[in-house]
């Protein structure tokens, strides 16, 4: 997020806007569907609704939503301690998903929950701390260092027109909107917290409190950065400094590299050099709080997917508990594996936050659609799920991966490779609608009965 607003704006913020609006719904219908259905995995409805392939479909899609979150995480986590400890990257990588494998084998879920909690509190006071010194250690007070990013666009939200093309601010809300009823609705990391809490109420209530936590919380972020182009500005020693080394790094002259081409290694390198020792070890504490708060909560989702969705559905049904348990483990550790190579596939990515923005758009799109079409659509059959999957699928795959392939200009697609998951879901769910108008009712029957 620094990253994002130092070498641009605050486009990306958008997208914490969105979250809030995206809760309520899924306080108002997801959590009361989930509890009252009492079933652990998510992707068990799926098949309960379309049949095995549905839920088989959905639990593969989350598995490689997860490869790369945990990937992402772990390569931002890198590119952090690599300023500060001068490490190499890949061995940074394969450290932090060594300790984080090993971290989140030793407790289930109450554990993770309760470490979530510390260590998300850690990374606030390091963003805070960071916040402070970026105002009150600018040359000329914090008002100038306010005025000054403003001044150049730090705290623009992007184009307000209706532009689907580029990321404008409707592009942003439309992607947060889609991924976040994705989360909420059919991600197994927020299932399993709804089954924890004591009460539907209390999940509503907790599901609610992190979305609108999490708006200010982001914006702590995104004003670092901000603040941190006027604090590069004023010391433009160190601004030199930062981009030689991303220029040694990427082979690309200094006179080629712009603001975004170092936006995630300036807060890297302001820790290294401007903060004070003591300060610089909370801050090592804190980014290492937020991997593993981040993965451990993937690889225990994944671990319960493979047992739940693959193990007891299609080798041994009638697991007992030591074998259950055997797997979860087993499961981790190979996730941690996968997780942990997907960081070192990323290393000489420009922007951490754009790779998981697309990734995550690429995997999750496939998902909400379907369980929306079985959610609402009460008529939707068998038929109508593949052909909307399959139509769904293609148009996905043309919308996020066009600006890289090497289709003829008037064959690509005119979207933003952001809206894939937008117009993924859309097409997944009306064609459902549509097929399911012209055939039969199948046996799945009503969705709500099941």
């Not at 108002?28 to 839920?55: H, Q």
């Not at 601010?169 to 909420?184: E, T």
Request: glycine content about 8%.
């Amino acid at each position: 997020m620094p990253g994002k607003a130092f070498g641009g704006n605050w486009n990306a913020f958008v997208f914490s806007l969105s979250l809030p609006i995206a809760a309520w719904v899924a306080a108002k219908y997801f959590v009361p569907f989930y509890r009252r259905s009492g079933t652990m995995s998510a992707y068990e409805n799926m098949e309960i609704r379309f049949g095995l392939w549905a839920r088989s479909y959905a639990a593969v899609c989350y598995l490689l939503t997860q490869i790369a979150r945990m990937g992402s995480i772990m390569f931002g986590v890198a590119i952090g301690l690599h300023a500060l400890t001068g490490w190499d990257l890949a061995t940074i990588i394969i450290t932090t998903g060594i300790l984080v494998t090993l971290y989140t084998l030793l407790g289930g879920i109450e554990a993770v929950i309760w470490t979530d909690a510390i260590q998300s509190i850690v990374l606030m006071i390091g963003a805070f701390l960071i916040l402070g010194f970026l105002l009150f250690d600018h040359p000329e007070g914090p008002t100038a260092a306010i005025q000054f990013a403003a001044d150049n666009g730090k705290f623009s939200l992007g184009s307000f027109s209706p532009d689907l093309t580029t990321s404008t601010f409707w592009v942003v809300m439309l992607y947060g909107l889609f991924i976040n009823l994705n989360n909420f609705g059919i991600d197994q990391s927020f299932i399993q917290r709804y089954h924890t809490t004591q009460s539907e109420s209390a999940a509503q209530r907790s599901l609610m409190f992190g979305a609108l936590l999490y708006v200010p919380v982001s914006l702590v972020f995104f004003l670092i950065g901000s603040l941190l182009f006027s604090y590069y500005d004023a010391h433009p020693e160190m601004l030199a400094e930062v981009t030689a080394q991303v220029a040694a790094q990427t082979d690309k002259p200094v006179s080629e590299l712009s603001a975004a081409d170092i936006g995630d290694k300036v807060l890297p390198h302001f820790m290294t050099h401007a903060l004070p020792p003591g300060a610089s070890g909370l801050i090592i504490a804190a980014i290492f709080a937020a991997a593993m708060s981040s993965v451990d909560t993937s690889l225990n989702s994944s671990a319960t997917v493979i047992l739940c969705d693959f193990y007891k559905r299609y080798i041994n049904p009638q697991a007992d508990e030591r074998s259950s348990m055997r797997v979860l483990r087993i499961s981790t550790v190979l996730w941690g594996i996968i997780g942990t190579g997907a960081a070192l596939a990323m290393i000489g990515a420009e922007s951490v936050l754009d790779i998981w923005w697309k990734l995550s758009g690429l995997f999750a799109g496939g998902m909400l659609g379907l369980f929306l079409l079985g959610l609402i659509c009460r008529k939707a059959n068998n038929a109508a799920a593949v052909t909307g999957v399959v139509t769904g699928g293609l148009i996905l795959l043309w919308v996020a991966l066009s600006p890289e392939s090497r289709l003829p200009e008037h064959l690509r697609s005119p979207f933003h490779a952001n809206m894939a998951i937008v117009v993924g879901t859309l097409t997944i769910f009306l064609i459902g609608l549509l097929v399911s108008q012209f055939s039969r009712a199948g046996k799945s029957g009503d969705y709500e009965q099941h």
